[in-house]
């Protein structure tokens, strides 16, 4: 009897496993609206206060917008698309930089926690998407931080 009782909180209750709960894109995307400044980073952005960039970007709904800080300048728009599901979350932004006149679409990966906002997109139109948050080899880590 004792050994069964053993065995029976070893094994559990028996109840089937419940599978972690998977995130609900909708949701994802309301936190993701709202403006967002920060800088694209140079390596894993062990400096995220600097960079070659310093960025606004404005999320409502599916379109971002994008401002160069340093110099004022319209860095572009578009839509984007996520995927919160996956084990690297991706986001997927395509819209006209200037002084382009055709649509560009990033491939890319974020991490959301909190107030930051880490973006890794690939610059080098090969549909290649980045496999890790760093600058290198043409892809781009912009760390944001949410203004309030």
Known sequence: MRAALALCLLLGSGAPAQEPKKPDPKA???????????????????????????LRITVTGDKMTAVDL???KDM???TF?????????TLDATGVVPPAKRDKTYL???ELDG???KWCVDNRQRGERPTEFRSNNGNFLMILKRKK
């Open 70 to 72: 340093k110099n004022n």
């Open 81 to 89: 698309k996520i995927d919160p599901t996956k084990s690297l979350k």
């Open 115 to 117: 107030d930051t906002l």
């Open 108 to 110: 890319g990966v974020y």
């Open 76 to 78: 572009g728009s578009g």
């Open 28 to 54: 994802e995307m309301k936190k993701l609206e709202g403006v967002w400044e920060g800088f694209v980073v140079e390596g894993k952005g062990e400096r995220a206060d600097r960079g070659p960039y310093q």
